[in-house]
């Protein structure tokens, strides 16, 4: 190899090297901005009151987003304890029984599933339960948010047994404990750093939703914990308070907004932290 040819090889790579933290930075910057303008828009209506206090009476000043913290809680509880079993149970079975034509189908359904627009899912739910029940409710609420976060677990667990050596299970196995200990406390806890990490990234993915909620949950102006009636959630309010005339429920909307994506950002740099120190070396 000639000096020039050297010469050239180094460059080329040089230059593919920065050209990949060239895009690597492009993509930070509108995370950064959008993280900037919700900063410098949410950070304003910030206080005790906002957090603590319920919303006024439309019109007024002041007022806060209790409600709406207490809605997205009883949610995102609700859509977990639905979706979190089915969706670990699921996936189990994918990576146990990938052989069999029905995890096949299971597969196909999860994949349409996850790439079913949300608005579609909340029509759905809304003919399953609200129609049926004839009101909405924070529980067909939670069932719409649930089929949104089942594709994620479901793929989660099912990656994350796949990559557990197959030796830890035939050595649980061939000292006699049962197929369902072995899968229990065996399997599931080698590998539950990688599936609390899917488990908070379905509920990251479900924190913002707005358009189920709006065919499920509905929204109310007053504080509800009861799972069969309407029920006020961070993206249904900030959602009304955008699209109002009052400046006031306009600076309250940037507050929730800012709150809100907070919330998702915690939620993602928790599941990174957690998969990283749980780690498991196989």
């Not at 901005?33 to 950070?43: A, E, V």
């Not at 959602?239 to 109002?244: I, L, N, P, Q, T």
């Amino acid at each position: 190899m000639t000096d020039y040819q050297f010469n050239k090889r180094i460059l080329l790579d040089k230059i593919f090297k920065y050209l990949l933290i060239l895009m690597a930075t492009i993509i930070l910057i509108p995370l950064f901005l959008i993280l900037y303008f919700l900063f410098s828009k949410g950070i304003q209506a910030l206080n005790w009151n906002f957090f603590y206090k319920m919303p006024a009476a439309m019109g007024d000043l002041g007022g806060g987003i209790a409600n709406a913290i207490v809605g997205t809680i009883i949610l995102i509880l609700t859509a977990s304890i639905i979706a979190i079993p089915i969706g670990i149970l699921v996936g189990i079975f994918l990576a146990e029984y990938k052989d069999l034509k029905l995890s096949y189908w299971v597969k196909i359904s999860c994949e349409i599933l996850q790439g079913t627009p949300s608005i579609v899912i909340g029509i759905v739910a809304w003919s399953w339960i609200v129609k049926p029940m004839g009101i909405f409710s924070a529980f067909s609420g939670g069932i719409a948010l649930a089929l949104m976060m089942l594709p994620i677990i479901i793929r989660s667990v099912e990656e994350t047994i796949k990559l557990i050596p197959l030796n830890l299970k035939e050595a649980s196995l061939s000292l006699g404990v049962p197929y369902y200990k072995t899968i229990l406390k065996v399997i599931l806890p080698t590998g539950l750093s990688s599936i609390i990490s899917g488990i908070l990234l379905s509920i990251s993915r479900i924190a913002g939703e707005t358009a189920p909620l709006i065919f499920t949950a509905s929204g109310n102006p007053f504080m509800s914990t009861n799972l069969f009636r309407p029920i006020e959630s961070m993206p249904l309010l900030i959602f009304r308070y955008a699209s109002s005339p009052f400046p006031n429920l306009h600076n309250i909307a940037w507050g929730a907004s800012f709150s809100l994506v907070m919330f998702i950002l915690i939620l993602n740099l928790i599941s990174k932290g957690v998969s990283k120190k749980w780690k498991i070396k196989y």
